[in-house]
């Protein structure tokens, strides 16, 4: 599934979406590309292809959720937009209500 | 791996291609990481729209041209050959696009399990080589015969 990260309307990427997890990693800070593949790696425990990281990176800049800042051609580093910051927080309050829904009904009666 | 960015769109060269460069130094080559890469040059393709328009013009015209052969009965032979030849190249595009995503698919799947994957990718394409050259030298032994 290919989220369309244009509208905000979109349905929710999932917790694996190479997206996502590019968003999440660039809100601890800004990254250039091998940094967030360790990033990721740390917190999601899947490595990203540089294909796929950067098919994401494209997407994200596109729909302006991202941004390159000042840095070496070779590790250019990327930082998240306000808009970013934005999207980032719609999609994982989606996910969080799914995860809360999951949790409350595993808890003993 | 740097001709792999040959396959890339030029405006995303020109944008990522230091940075992406700078990215594929640290990786480990593997099977999988050229498939990773392979698919990416197709994502980006896709995301672009961009399959060269002088690349298509140019199909489309020698198909015309084929076409206006294979009527003619002069160029009648031509105009197939340059049919089957286009023909032929869209298969083995689409039939590599495929084996690609199929790869990429299956490393989503596999991804805690790398080693075994790239085992299973390293033993499918010893297995599809060795069938292609068995099958070679088979019709050549039966011609012989």
Known sequence: MRINWTDPESESP??????????????????????????????????????????????????????????????????????????????????????GAATVRLEPE | MRWLLALYPRAWRDRYGEEFEGLLEQERVTPLLVMNVLGGALDARVQSRHWGAPSLVAVAAIQLRGVSMLTSSRFRRVGLYTGIGVLAAAFVALFVAAIVYAVNLANDLFHR??????????????????GLLSSGSGSGSKSKA
Request: hydrophobic share 45%; no cysteine; charged share 20%.
């Open chain 1, 14 to 99: 999932t917790w694996s979406d190479p997206g996502l997890l590019v968003l999440i990693s660039l809100a601890g800070g800004s990254k250039h590309g091998y940094a967030m593949v360790e990033d990721i790696e740390r917190f999601a425990g899947h490595h990203l292809g540089p294909g796929t990281l950067y098919g994401a990176i494209a997407r994200l800049e596109k729909a302006r959720l991202i941004e390159s800042i000042e840095g070496p051609p070779r590790r250019r580093p990327y930082r998240l937009t306000a808009q970013g910051v934005t999207v980032l927080r719609s999609h994982l309050a989606k996910l969080q209500a799914v995860a």
């Open chain 2, 113 to 130: 399990n790398r080693s075994i994957f790239d085992a299973v990718v390293i033993l499918t394409i010893a297995i599809v080589i060795s």
